[in-house]
């Protein structure tokens, strides 16, 4: 995970499964790429992940890809 990015922002740690982006499905690393690639920097996602066994949602902030 990346310094300053929207995950770290967002409290993701390694080891968190995402589940879901704004409550669609996250089946594979495709769909979490199709999924993001429908927002522009400065969006803010919903994002659900798995951790530890329990599914939690926090809300993430997406910056420009390479920044």
Do not use: C, F, K, Y
Not at 8 to 26: F, H, K, M, N, T
Not at 43 to 57: A, C, F, L, N, P
């Amino acid at each position: 995970m990346l310094a300053g990015s929207g995950a770290e922002s967002a409290g993701l740690r390694p080891g968190d499964v995402i589940v879901a982006i704004d409550g669609e499905g996250v089946t594979s690393n495709e769909r979490l790429g199709e999924l993001i690639a429908e927002h522009e920097a400065g969006d803010q996602i919903e994002v659900t992940i798995e951790r530890d066994g329990e599914e939690q949602t926090v809300t993430a902030e997406l910056g420009r890809q390479g920044a």
